[in-house]
């Protein structure tokens, strides 16, 4: 789960990896770039790698979720696919 602020910095995690970085978004179109970084042992990774950069663009569905390409920085041939879904929870 990533928690995207007003302020355009974006940070989560999940079992095994925590996220941090930017965002920004005009209009439909959505651009990201962030970290990865392992925080516990487990599995290799997507790319097999304990630290990598990923950057993502793509544009808002419906407004409540976006569909993402992109890819690592250290493995740029191959291909990243996102879809981000908006969670609303209780304030």
């Excluded at 095994?16 to 925080?39: C, D, I, P």
């Excluded at 599995?43 to 950057?55: A, K, N, Q, R, S």
């Excluded at 390409?69 to 908006?86: D, H, I, M, N, Y």
């Amino acid at each position: 789960m990533v928690e995207f602020s007003p302020d355009g910095t974006l940070a989560g995690g999940d079992d095994t990896f925590a996220y941090a970085g930017h965002w920004t978004q005009e209009g439909e179109h959505f651009k990201a770039s962030l970290s990865a970084r392992r925080v516990t042992p487990g599995p290799p990774g997507v790319f097999g790698l304990d630290e990598i950069d990923i950057v993502v663009s793509g544009r808002s569905i419906d407004g409540s979720s976006t569909s993402c390409t992109g890819f690592a920085k250290q493995a740029p041939g191959l291909k990243l696919e996102v879809e981000l879904v908006r969670i609303v929870g209780d304030a």
